[in-house]
Structures are given as C-alpha cells and as structure tokens.
C-alpha cells in the first residue's frame, strides 16, 4: 500500500500512469486486479479512466477480471478533464475519454461472461428439470 496514493496498491498506481510491463510483472507477481480501493475503484477502472487503453488491454486478461468486477462502478483518484467525478464504469471512463474501441472492448468481455453465466443456469436448469421427470416417472 502506498500511503502517497491514498493506500491504493502499487497496481492502481501502474494502471493509472500506463506502464504496461509494471502492471504485468505486478499481475505475475500474485497482485489482485479485482481488487478495490475505498471509493470502489479498481485498477481496470483508473486504467480506463486516465485513458491507459495498454493497460486495460493487460487487466481485462488478467486472471479473476470476469462480469462482476466489469461493471463495478468507483471513483477515480481525482477529478477528471472528461466529466469531474464520481462512480461509473471502466467502459464509462473509457468512452468519457474518447476511448470507445476500449469501451467497446470491456462491454465485449461483459457480454461474453454474462452470455456463458445464461448458458450455465439453462443447463442447470434442463439437468434439474430432467431429474424431476424422471423422479416422477418412476
């Protein structure tokens, strides 16, 4: 934690000034990319929010960054050129900046996560349907 950066951890502090190789030696290195600070940011969205497209590109592959931690909504560090403040989404940064292929990226992985959760409770739902006839059946 950095005591400078509002006890943020050193991968908020990588996202936010663009250094992809830190953010990928951090991520290698065990740092959480869900993780979030007190105002419910997390490193994807400071990336989005100071416009570091490099950096998001790196934390949306990153392990656990799935749905959930997609459309969390936090406030960035400061006030922002694009918007002033307060909590919105990394693909709302991202297309406040002007970044829309990255907002068009994150709402992607979104969709795909959110796709595949619908293709899990369908099947849960056909296996658990099957199991009641069948129990009734017999």
Do not use: M
């Not at 909504?73 to 002007?98: F, L, M, V």
């Amino acid at each position: 934690r950095l005591a400078f950066f509002a006890e943020r951890s050193l991968l908020f502090l990588a996202a936010w000034r663009g250094r992809v190789r830190c953010v990928r030696a951090l991520l290698d290195c065990g740092a959480s990319a869900t993780e979030a600070d007190a105002l419910g940011c997390t490193p994807l969205i400071v990336a989005a929010w100071a416009g570091r497209a490099a950096v998001v590109d790196v934390l949306l592959r990153a392990p656990g960054v799935d749905g959930p931690h997609l459309g969390v909504a936090g406030e960035p560090p400061q006030s922002s050129s694009c918007g002033g403040r307060g909590p919105k989404t990394a693909a709302d940064w991202a297309r406040r900046k002007g970044l829309l292929h990255v907002a068009a990226a994150i709402e992607a992985r979104e969709a795909t996560y959110l796709k595949q959760a619908r293709a899990i409770v369908r099947a849960t739902n056909r296996a658990a349907d099957t199991s009641r006839r069948t129990k009734a059946y017999y």
